[in-house]
């Protein structure tokens, strides 16, 4: 009987025990809860740095860059974290975001147009739905524009144009 006693209470700690990744995790989360967004960003930087390719570091990064992207605006640290989640994380969806998101930060927030047109041209190689990628091939020729490359933007624009789009789908993409 003490045998089993003393089995049950060392499985009861053990299970009871979680790592320093769970802890930083939970208190990353609740700085977040509590608006002490910088001081999350610091737990989610240290279960990244602890686990760098396990599945919870993957989701500090993700949890992270929606702080550093949306809450502070700190668009170099969101960059980060969604060059992150792009590296380790498994699942292609979460890539397809994190990709969509840096090509959005660079075309939309900092208006880096040299740098969106590399970001878009990654995502446009990997949008399969043609809607999609006609909008992504259009922001490619915005960009060009906006820098003065109008014989490029142009032919971004015959590219989306030559696309098996109906009439209705090209107007749409293009407004």
């Known amino acids: 009987m003490k045998i089993w006693l003393t089995l049950f209470f060392s499985i009861s700690l053990l299970a009871a025990c979680s790592s320093p990744a769970d802890k930083e995790m939970r ?12 001081e999350a960003l610091g737990h989610f930087d240290r279960v990244i740095k602890r686990n ?10 993700i949890e992270g860059s929606k702080i550093a992207h949306y809450d502070i605006k700190n668009y ?11 590296r380790f994380s498994a699942n292609l969806p979460e890539r397809l975001d994190a990709q969509k998101k840096i090509a959005e930060i660079y075309f939309q927030a900092l208006q880096a147009y040299e740098k969106a047109i590399i970001e878009l041209g990654k995502l446009a190689d990997i949008t399969e739905n043609l809607f999609e990628k006609a909008e992504v091939k259009l922001n490619i020729a ?4 906006y820098l003065g490359q109008f014989d490029q933007a142009r032919a971004e624009i015959a590219e989306v144009l030559r696309m098996p789009l109906d009439e209705n789908g090209h107007f ?4």
């Open 76 to 86: 170099e640290k969101a960059l980060e974290y969604y060059r992150f989640i792009i």
């Open 27 to 38: 208190a990353g989360r609740r700085a977040a809860e509590s608006g002490a967004f910088k």
């Open 142 to 145: 915005r960009s060009n524009y």
């Open 172 to 175: 749409q993409a293009m407004s």
């Open 52 to 61: 760098t390719e396990s599945r919870q570091a993957v989701q500090s990064a």
